[in-house]
C-alpha cells in the first residue's frame, strides 16, 4: 500500500526566512511525486510533478526536488502570501493519488 | 468554464437523507477523479471515471457511495443513508486523459451531516 509522510505538520517563518518541507514516500513503482497547494476553503492547487531521483523544478520562489524514497519543497525568501497548506501526493499502481496530512504553513511579515 | 465547478459549495443535511454532489471537470477531459478530505487530512481517493465508465471504485468507503457519469462529462456523487461520519470536503478532480500527470482540483463540496 502507498504511504505518503509529510512533515513537519506545521511551520511558522518570518517573512524572508527560507526553509524545507519534507515527503517522505512510499510506493511500489513510481509514476509521479505532485505537490500541491491549498488555501483555505479551497480545492489543491497543482504546483509541480517529479518523476525521477535527481530531478528538480521551480517556480518562484518554490523548488521541487526528489530522491528515491523523499520529496523537498525548499521556500526561498517566502513572502505573508505563501501562506497555505503544502500538500505531497504520490501515484503509484493505482489511478488516484495518495496524498499526505500536509504541512501548515505560515509566513509572519 | 475555465477550471473544475462543484455544487452545491455547501450542503447540510440529516443523519438517513439522501444527497446528492454534482461535478463538472474542465471541457475536454476526459479522466474524472472524487476525493474526500476530512479535517486535518489530506484528500483521500474515492473513484476515476475514465469517460463514462467507472474505471477504479476501490476507494469507495461502502455500498451507499455511489457515482455516475452518464455522458463523460458532468458526474455525480450519491450518498445514500447518511451518516455524521460522512461529514467531509467532496472534491473532484479532471486531467485531459488517463495517465495525464496533472490532476486540476475543483473548490469542493463542503458536506455536513447532522
Known amino acids: 500500500e502507498d504511504q505518503v509522510t509529510q512533515s513537519p505538520e506545521a511551520l511558522r517563518l518570518q517573512e524572508g526566512e527560507s526553509s524545507s518541507l519534507n515527503c517522505s514516500y512510499t510506493v511500489s513503482g513510481l509514476r509521479g511525486l505532485f505537490w500541491y497547494r491549498q488555501d483555505p476553503g479551497k480545492g489543491p492547487e497543482f504546483l509541480f510533478t517529479l518523476y525521477s531521483a535527481g530531478e528538480e523544478k521551480e517556480k518562484e520562489r518554490l523548488k521541487a526536488t526528489l530522491t528515491k524514497k523523499e520529496s523537498f519543497l525548499h521556500i526561498t525568501a517566502p513572502k505573508p502570501e505563501d501562506s497555505a497548506t503544502y500538500l505531497c501526493?504520490?501515484?503509484?499502481?493505482?489511478?488516484?493519488?495518495?496524498f499526505g496530512k500536509g504541512t501548515h504553513l505560515i509566513i509572519q511579515p | 468554464g475555465a477550471g473544475v465547478s462543484q455544487t452545491p459549495s455547501n450542503k447540510v443535511t440529516e443523519k438517513g437523507k439522501y444527497v446528492e454532489l454534482r461535478c463538472d471537470p474542465i471541457?475536454?477531459?476526459?479522466?474524472l477523479y472524487w476525493y474526500r478530505q476530512s479535517l486535518g487530512q489530506g484528500p483521500e481517493f474515492l473513484i476515476y471515471?475514465?469517460?463514462?465508465?467507472?474505471?477504479?471504485d476501490s476507494g469507495l468507503p461502502n455500498d451507499r457511495f455511489f457515482a455516475v457519469r452518464p455522458e463523460g462529462s458532468v458526474s455525480t456523487l450519491k450518498i445514500q443513508r447518511t451518516e455524521r461520519g460522512d461529514s467531509a470536503v467532496y472534491l473532484c478532480?479532471?486531467?485531459?486523459?488517463?495517465?495525464?500527470?496533472?490532476?486540476?482540483f475543483g473548490p469542493g463540496t463542503r458536506l455536513t451531516v447532522l
Open positions: 478532480a479532471s486531467s485531459l486523459f488517463w495517465g495525464s500527470d496533472t490532476q486540476y
Open positions: 501526493a504520490s501515484r503509484g499502481g493505482a489511478d488516484g493519488l495518495t
Open positions: 471515471f475514465q469517460g463514462t465508465g467507472a474505471a477504479d
Open positions: 471541457s475536454g477531459h476526459t479522466a
